[in-house]
């Protein structure tokens, strides 16, 4: 029962994730009246769309391909030799699905765009600018900003780098060369937006942006004291706890400790 909790634990929020962002770059149908009070005027199935599935399954791929790598870090013998054959399954359908959701979204998705002058020192007020749909417009910025298109080419570079590296043994490698496919990845989804955070469907004027969804400069300075305080015992935390679990779970290992091994 714990081995399904932890499987559908781990599978859900990768897919719910993808979905999400799937749906972000489609716009997401809601609006703002007067009152700056918002209305969302979807449902639930709406989102559940051709696109938003195959950024799930983008989503769902990368995490598992970065799981397969970690496991064949973490174990071996038929454990290992499992972990190593999914390095490649996945991270093949990665590529594959990477690829299709690109040209889906280049070809098919149009995207955002801000005929207005924004005003990035004014307050934040998500009904002051006027905002168009275009084709192709979500791949603008790779051309305003070239040196964003190191994002896509981190991926096609470092998932084969991964999957050659897991094939002649070095795992410690290959996990770094999967990390830096996820920031690819997610890197490369946020590139394509910029600067929307979340556009609307129904109101392309009420899209939201970087500028006018900032909190305030309170809330930014109550942050960045508990970011002070707090991001160094999280650092010391998660860098104890894996000195704790590092090394490799064989067979011996869980018979020695068959009580508390999970």
């Not at 030799?81 to 889906?104: C, D, N, P, Q």
């Not at 392309?204 to 970087?210: A, H, K, N, Q, R």
Request: hydrophobic residues 50%.
């Amino acid at each position: 029962i714990w081995d399904w909790g932890l499987f559908v634990g781990g599978a859900v929020p990768p897919l719910i994730f993808g979905v999400a962002f799937g749906n972000l770059f489609q716009g997401v149908p809601f609006y703002f009246d007067n009152n700056l009070a918002s209305y969302y005027t979807g449902s639930f199935w709406e989102l559940l769309n051709p696109f938003a599935l195959l950024c799930g399954l983008v989503s769902s791929t990368m995490i598992t391909f970065h799981g397969a790598v970690y496991l064949s870090l973490r174990t071996e013998g038929a454990v290992g030799a499992r972990a190593h054959k999914s390095v490649y399954i996945f991270g093949s359908l990665l590529i594959l699905t990477f690829t299709i959701a690109g040209i889906w979204l280049w070809q098919a998705i149009p995207g955002y765009v801000i005929e207005s002058t924004v005003n990035t020192n004014a307050l934040p007020n998500p009904l002051g600018k006027s905002v168009v749909r275009e084709t192709g417009a979500w791949l603008t910025n790779y051309q305003r900003y070239p040196l964003t298109m190191l994002l896509p080419l981190v991926v096609y570079a470092t998932v084969p780098m991964a999957m050659h590296l897991i094939s002649r043994g070095k795992n410690l490698l290959g996990f770094v060369a999967s990390s830096l496919a996820i920031i690819g990845v997610i890197g490369t989804a946020g590139a394509s937006m910029f600067p929307f955070v979340m556009p609307s469907s129904t109101d392309f004027g009420s899209s939201l942006t970087v500028w006018d969804s900032v909190s305030s400069h309170l809330t930014l300075g109550i942050m960045l004291v508990a970011t002070l305080i707090f991001m160094p015992i999280i650092i010391l935390y998660t860098s104890w706890a894996y000195k704790v679990m590092s090394g490799k779970v064989t067979l011996a290992y869980i018979k020695e400790n068959d009580h508390s091994a999970y």
